[in-house]
């Protein structure tokens, strides 16, 4: 499968813990993205990078969330002393280059879905 | 800031009729709107998009139509069919990077 894989596609933890994903994206994209879903609703904005260069962090993002994407390939999200409130799927998904040309098609992955208990 | 509203929030409609699903957004600076279906359990799948330089776009069954006026696009399904069933998000975005996402609509095909 030459798409967007993530890892794990389920976690459960215990309220307090850390969590990390991963996310692989496809190899030519350079532009990398992370999102939250919870049941019933549309993907909300997390975090983006264009290559190693994290260029945006949402609003929504509190300060135990932190992503990397050191090497301008694979991404991580981790989540420390998670709360119920953080059980979602997270999403991640790339995009090309488009050279200045405006948005483009943005490829998600799986998903990991993280369940607090 | 940013926003995208989405209505409906639930579709039923008879196999073979037209669906129509409707979204506002704020940002006026907006350029690239696509549409995503997502299934039940899988992953939000690219179906049709239209840029700010066109104002409308079809293939097959499926079109889109951009009212930047009014900053509305609507998704046009005809000829509906079961396998049509899931969860519609539009989304926009500034042509730079993140796409904000509508709420979604379920859409149900009944046979």
């Known amino acids: 499968d030459t798409g967007v894989s993530q890892d794990p596609r389920h976690k459960i933890t215990k309220r307090g813990q850390n969590v990390t994903f991963r996310c692989d994206p496809i190899s030519e994209h350079n532009r990398l993205y992370w999102y939250r879903q919870t049941l019933g609703q549309g993907p909300e904005f997390l975090t983006y990078?264009?290559?190693?260069?994290?260029?945006?962090k949402s609003r929504l993002l509190s300060d135990r969330f932190s992503a990397e994407r050191p090497k301008g390939s694979f991404s991580t999200l981790e989540i420390q002393r998670t709360e119920q409130g953080d059980s979602a799927m997270y999403l991640c998904?790339?995009?090309?280059?488009?050279?200045?040309?405006?948005?483009?098609?943005?490829?998600f992955g799986q998903g990991t879905r993280l369940t607090v208990v | 800031g940013e926003n995208v509203e989405q209505h409906p929030s639930t579709l039923s409609v008879q196999e073979g009729d037209s669906a129509v699903i409707k979204c506002t957004y704020s940002d006026s600076a907006s350029n690239y709107f696509p549409w995503y279906k997502q299934e039940l359990g899988k992953r939000p799948q690219l179906i049709i998009d239209i840029r700010s330089n066109v104002g409308e776009k079809k293939d097959q069954r499926i079109a889109v139509t951009l009212n930047k006026t009014a900053k509305h696009f609507s998704l046009h399904i005809t000829e509906t069919q079961p396998e049509d069933s899931a969860v519609y998000f539009c989304?926009?975005?500034?042509?730079?990077?993140?796409?904000?996402f509508g709420t979604g609509t379920r859409l149900k095909v009944l046979a």
């Open positions: 989304a926009a975005s500034t042509g730079t990077y993140k796409y904000i």
């Open positions: 990078f264009q290559n190693e260069a994290q260029l945006e």
């Open positions: 998904a790339s995009s090309p280059h488009t050279g200045g040309k405006g948005g483009t098609e943005a490829f």
